[in-house]
């Protein structure tokens, strides 16, 4: 079966780092995604990796090892803005986007 | 980026009724359109994937005639909760896909059957 994990919650300090880590196991891989949804919204795109490596979006980065199914999505500076939960997602080979079941972020003063 | 529009944001309706979300894509055409509900400190769940001018192709466990999507145009796909439950209570979310790349979501529709 297809199989995304991610910690449940996490709780970090205004102004630190976190790093969120997610692990696939897919049927084909066509990309991660990691998305931000806060408390009764959306989810927003934060990033895209389809490539071996590390991509850099401001605060934000996200890496992927494919040959380790593995990726993790790197917040610095936190902001009291930044508690959401952060949702990772792989493309499968159909294109289909499997679903993690996202990560709680509680940033504390 | 791309706009996918949902409305509305919010229903109240009661049990027995019919309620249609309508989710469009402001700037851009979109042939695949998906729908999602998501219950409380859950993930997404995929519901329906909704196809331009074809059948809507359902997830396992998903009552189609339940769950009504019409995909009329490049740019509307609506689902039409029929005869609506409590237990359909839910946050039902659109989201269109531009390229294979980035997935585009609406703002979500918060629905309560009472």
């Known amino acids: 079966g297809q199989n995304i994990d991610q910690p449940t919650e996490m709780t970090a300090t205004e102004g630190a780092i976190v790093q969120i880590n997610c692990t696939y196991q897919?049927?084909?891989?066509?990309?991660l995604f990691w998305y931000q949804q806060h408390a009764g919204e959306a989810p927003t795109f934060l990033s895209y990796?389809?490539l071996d490596g590390l991509e850099e979006k401001g605060r934000f980065s996200s890496f992927l090892s494919r040959s380790k199914g593995y990726s993790y999505l790197l917040l610095k500076e936190l902001q009291m803005k930044d508690s959401a939960s952060y949702l990772c997602?792989?493309?499968?080979?159909?294109?289909?986007?499997?679903w993690g079941a996202g990560t709680k972020l509680i940033i504390k003063p | 980026g791309a706009v996918v529009s949902q409305h509305p944001s919010r229903v109240i309706c009661k049990s027995g009724t019919s309620v249609k979300i309508e989710c469009r894509s402001l700037?851009?055409?979109?042939?695949?359109m998906f729908w999602y509900r998501q219950f409380p400190k859950q993930s997404l769940m995929l519901m329906a994937t909704?196809?331009?001018?074809?059948?809507?192709?359902?997830e396992q466990g998903v009552e189609k005639d339940k769950f009504l999507i019409n995909h009329a145009s490049l740019t509307l796909s609506t689902l039409t909760v029929t005869s609506a439950h409590p237990e359909d209570s839910s946050f039902y979310i659109c989201?269109?896909?531009?390229?294979?790349?980035?997935?585009?979501f609406g703002q979500g529709t918060r629905l309560t059957v009472v």
């Open positions: 989201s269109a896909r531009q390229g294979v790349t980035e997935a585009f």
């Open positions: 700037d851009f055409q979109a042939t695949t």
């Open positions: 909704s196809n331009e001018g074809s059948k809507a192709t359902y």
């Open positions: 897919t049927s084909g891989f066509n990309g």
């Open positions: 990796n389809v």
């Open positions: 997602a792989v493309l499968d080979s159909n294109y289909q986007l499997i």
